[in-house]
């Protein structure tokens, strides 16, 4: 008996619209302080900012207590979280203890009024009809017809009536279940999922990818980055895409091959691999390889790999060339000088000293991005394609189980929102009486929903009626 | 020719219709109400041809993609779907009254365009934006941003129209919100004189926004804030005048309701699933997470929780009145902040606005 007494309490309490307006409040207040204090910040950024709040004095001290509170990582501590699980349980019971009166509304057939109850409703209508009563009716027929709705007759009066879309009743039982669904996939996602990144020089490849915190997390198979490269609009520095060319190793088998870009990604084996960013592979060792398309005049391109300080000949000339300097973004300044910009490789270039026994010696730079610079003296042309081993893609590394399920809620809401907002219940009722020549008409109508579009759509069907 | 002369044209429109919109709004002459509508209806057509300009454009320079993609072309669209709902309204209820109001809201976005000196550029878009969900995504954002301003112009004529006395929460609520926008724009009128009528437009900064009143400096910014405190007093103490002035139009507290609720009942769902759903599987695609808790995206909830809260409390307590048109008020200032206010103070993956 007292654990009855318990539910039924536990029960009221998660019913109680208080409980939900302060969850509301709470969820709505609480998450403007994570907007403000940035989250899974570097500390320096969040102390810069309690500095201005708050004075640098008692920048360290403020910014202990934020921590401690966890509100640098508020979306995740188990107070955030807590206020989520109670949201999910007041509208999932909110929603059950609602539902078996809603149930009897929709449920409930609709009768024929009696003529005193044609007064009491908000839409109304009188009309006269010239001919006799089996034209009255057909026509009383046609006109619910033409408000989309099949019409039954009452047995001992000249009454239709009919309704449509009761089930539209349910919708926000759909919206409802929809969020739920969407918190519960978050959650199975979260618990069971795996989100991280993987930085990938070009040619390298790993079985693992990295947790937020750095630990290493065993991918199951193996992903290499056989190629990756930024491209620009124009002239431009500004990027237009990147791409990464990645292969999947199982069992030391190329199983899958595939580019991706910010937008599409890869998926294999319950994980997805985003492109998110790129650099510069720090310590660049001697995988590092310039990769050059040698066309000699009137002959065929050829691609040729070598290292910085390495040489290369022409096919069928005796130019050879020697690579001896790399310059990832090339450009030149006023006086025709050559700089470099960036580390990154927005315009990559290579020095190359040439000798031939005709010719002497020449030397110049080859940049990806400029194309007069291919073209040698001797009408050969050389083009720095890449320089492969340079740089590292950034992935996105995620497993998220629960992904489909908040899909399923996105789909659900989608389709509750419409039956919510843009359908409704309508009924109609239409009483016929005969006089001489005439039929008088009485119509009432219900609607749960918009009843000034409704009662203009009934006027305009039965104005046509009496004419 | 091109799109920064129709945006000109449309741009002195809406200011010219605010001006003739208020003008009948005082004056009540039946020929003001038809130039008014003339002028607000003429500068919307050259807005929109100045759009569709503007799309062509960026095909012309060989990266073509739908003008919505930074906080111009955003704010831009914004002024164009209020102006549309404004004037669908309009039409179709045969009532100008709220022109009045509505226009200044066209006229506080124009104002912030040019006086922020945000870039107007035709840009190339980052990698990030090159996905099909934008065009979605971003207009049907906007379009509810526009349903909610429209909200936020009813809500507060009800306000006007149905409080009596100075002491009533609601009224000091109406008062207060509706002079700290007329401040707003009035500091925006002082911004435009100062730098771009006088023409006194220092080189080295960037953004002009309240530079002749909150942020000049010294006895300037003193002096601003002393005549908003009068501003916001006398509004309070004569705020009787514009209700009499009002409810000569004939506008009834039920219709406005009517509207204010229609309006949210079409925003609502359309931010849910543009703003909110399409936002996230975009992200999902993108980024590699359908919700990061970013600022712009926690400040849509917030957004989501008060209009969700506005239905609720219609639907489920009955509410109606003072109430649901406080709450529909309350409702545009967060889709404002989540717009305009996150850009400007807080950061995150949403940074795109920027500049």
């Not at chain 2, 929109?48 to 111009?72: K, V």
Request: glycine letters at 8%; charged letters at 15%.
């Amino acid at each position: 008996m007292a654990d009855k007494t318990i539910a039924s309490k536990v029960w009221a309490f998660f019913t109680s619209v208080k409980l939900a307006v302060a969850l509301f409040a709470l969820i709505a207040l609480t998450s403007i302080i994570g907007t403000v204090i940035e989250q899974n910040a570097l500390p320096e950024k969040n102390v810069k900012l309690f500095a201005k709040l708050f004075g640098t004095a008692n920048a360290e001290t403020a910014y202990k207590t934020v921590s401690s509170l966890g509100l640098t990582d508020m979306y995740h501590s188990w107070w955030f979280t807590a206020m989520l699980v109670c949201f999910c349980a007041n509208l999932t019971i909110c929603s059950i203890d609602r539902l078996p009166r809603i149930k009897r509304v929709v449920d409930e057939p609709l009768k024929p009024l009696d003529i005193s109850e044609f007064d009491k409703y908000g839409i109304k209508k009188e009309l006269t009809i010239n001919g006799d009563i089996e034209t009255a009716k057909a026509a009383a027929l046609t006109a619910i017809k033409k408000l989309g709705m099949t019409a039954e007759a009452a047995d001992h009066t000249t009454q239709f009536y009919a309704h449509k879309g009761r089930y539209t009743r349910y919708a926000v039982y759909v919206i409802h279940l929809s969020i739920v669904l969407i918190l519960l996939g978050a959650f199975f996602g979260a618990t069971f999922g795996f989100t991280g990144f993987l930085s990938l020089p070009e040619g390298e490849t790993s079985a693992v990818a990295y947790t937020r915190q750095g630990d290493e997390h065993p991918l199951g198979f193996s992903i290499r980055c056989d190629s990756f490269t930024v491209s620009f609009y124009g002239t431009s520095d500004m990027p237009k895409d990147y791409a990464s060319w990645l292969s999947i190793i199982e069992d030391g088998k190329t199983v899958l091959k595939k580019s991706i870009g910010v937008n599409s990604p890869l998926k294999y084996k319950g994980y997805t691999f985003y492109q998110s960013g790129y650099g510069v592979v720090r310590e660049k060792d001697a995988k590092s390889l310039i990769i050059l398309n040698v066309t000699p005049k009137g002959g065929k391109s050829e691609q040729i790999s070598l290292a910085v300080g390495e040489s290369f000949k022409i096919p069928g000339t005796d130019i050879a060339g020697t690579v001896s300097a790399f310059s990832p973004a090339l450009a030149f300044d006023k006086n025709d000088q050559p700089y470099t910009y960036t580390e990154n490789m927005n315009n990559p270039a290579v020095y190359v000293e040439f000798t031939s026994e005709e010719k002497g010696k020449y030397s110049g730079w080859i940049a990806k991005r400029y194309p007069q610079t291919w073209k040698l003296p001797d009408g050969s042309a050389v083009e720095l394609v890449d320089n492969w081993g340079y740089q590292y893609t950034g992935l996105q590394v995620r497993k998220d189980p629960g992904v489909w399920v908040v899909y399923a809620g996105c789909l659900f809401m989608a389709i509750g929102l419409y039956c919510a907002f843009f359908l409704s219940h309508k009924k109609i009722w239409v009483l016929l009486k005969p006089e001489k020549t005439k039929v008088q008409v009485k119509v009432a109508a219900f609607t749960n929903k918009n009843k000034t579009g409704y009662e203009s759509v009934i006027n305009s069907v039965f104005d046509r009626l009496a004419r | 020719m091109g799109s920064p002369i129709l945006f000109g044209i449309a741009e002195v429109g809406y200011f010219v219709a605010m001006m003739v919109y208020i003008g009948y709004f005082i004056f009540k002459g039946k020929a003001v109400g038809v130039a008014a509508t003339v002028v607000a209806v003429a500068a919307f057509l050259s807005q929109t041809a100045a759009l569709l300009f503007r799309w062509l454009e960026s095909y012309g320079m060989g990266i073509g993609r739908a003008p919505l993609t930074n906080l111009y072309e955003s704010l831009i669209f914004f002024v164009w779907c209020l102006m549309l709902g404004y004037l669908i309204i309009e039409f179709k209820y045969k009532n100008r009254t709220f022109g009045a109001f509505v226009t200044p809201l066209a006229g506080l976005a124009l104002g912030f365009i040019d006086l922020t000196g945000i870039s107007k550029e035709i840009e190339p878009l980052v990698p990030a934006l090159q996905s099909n969900w934008l065009l979605a995504h971003v207009t049907m954002s906007f379009i509810s941003y526009s349903a909610f301003g429209l909200a936020f112009a009813t809500g507060m004529l009800y306000l006007v129209l149905s409080t009596e006395k100075r002491t009533e929460p609601s009224y000091i609520f109406w008062t207060v919100a509706g002079s700290v926008f007329f401040i707003l724009l009035a500091a925006m009128g002082a911004d435009f004189l100062k730098f771009k009528v006088i023409g006194t437009s220092p080189e080295t900064i960037k953004s002009y926004l309240f530079r002749a009143t909150f942020r000049g400096g010294g006895p300037a910014a003193l002096l601003s804030f002393i005549a908003s405190a009068a501003v916001i007093f006398s509004v309070w103490r004569y705020g009787h005048v514009l209700k009499r002035m009002l409810s000569s139009f004939g506008m009834t507290l039920d219709f406005l309701e009517d509207i204010n609720y229609k309006v949210v009942a079409v925003g609502f769902p359309i931010f849910t699933l543009g703003g909110l759903i399409f936002g996230a599987i975009w992200a999902d695609q993108a980024w590699g997470v359908y919700w990061s808790w970013d600022p712009k995206e926690t400040w849509s909830l917030i957004t989501w929780l008060v209009y969700a809260f506005y239905l609720h409390a219609r639907y489920l307590r009955g509410w109606r009145g003072n109430k649901i048109a406080v709450l529909s008020s309350i409702g545009f200032i967060t889709v404002i902040f989540t717009y305009l206010g996150v850009n400007m103070f807080l950061s995150g993956l949403h940074s795109y606005g920027e500049s």
